[in-house]
């Protein structure tokens, strides 16, 4: 079983930064992509930026030029959000997610249980 951890997450104002991580743990043989989806309320959840084992970003349109999506080198089971130039839309919860094989147990399409990031002044 894989377990994804977030951490992160608050209040800041509009215009200001943020950074959320994600730690994934459990019988994982590998993780092909891992990253990060957003949910605001009342809406569907989408995609805010992913990153794959070969280090390819995907990021979401509204994100683009605002937010950062990082590895950590030594150790391949974490993500980092740096996000910058927050907005008011930017307000939502936001999941970790994270793709891959299990040791002896096949794929896996693991969910983080949310962190809230609210923008308001």
């Known amino acids: 079983q894989v377990q994804l951890v977030e951490s992160g997450g608050g209040l800041v104002q509009p215009g200001g930064s943020l950074s959320l991580s994600c730690a994934a743990s459990?019988?994982?043989?590998?993780?092909?992509?891992m990253g990060w989806y957003r949910q605001a309320p009342g809406a569907e959840r989408e995609l805010v930026a992913m990153?794959?084992?070969?280090?390819?970003?995907?990021y979401g349109n509204s994100v683009k030029g605002r937010f950062t999506i990082s590895g950590d080198s030594a150790k391949k089971n974490i993500v980092y959000l740096q996000m910058s130039k927050l907005e008011r839309r930017d307000t939502a919860v936001y999941y970790c997610?994270?793709?891959?094989?299990?040791?002896?147990?096949?794929?896996?399409?693991?969910w983080g249980q949310g962190t809230l990031v609210t923008v308001s002044s």
């Open positions: 997610n994270a793709k891959g094989y299990a040791s002896g147990r096949g794929i896996f399409d693991a």
């Open positions: 990153l794959n084992s070969g280090g390819g970003v995907t």
């Open positions: 459990g019988t994982i043989f590998s993780i092909d992509v």
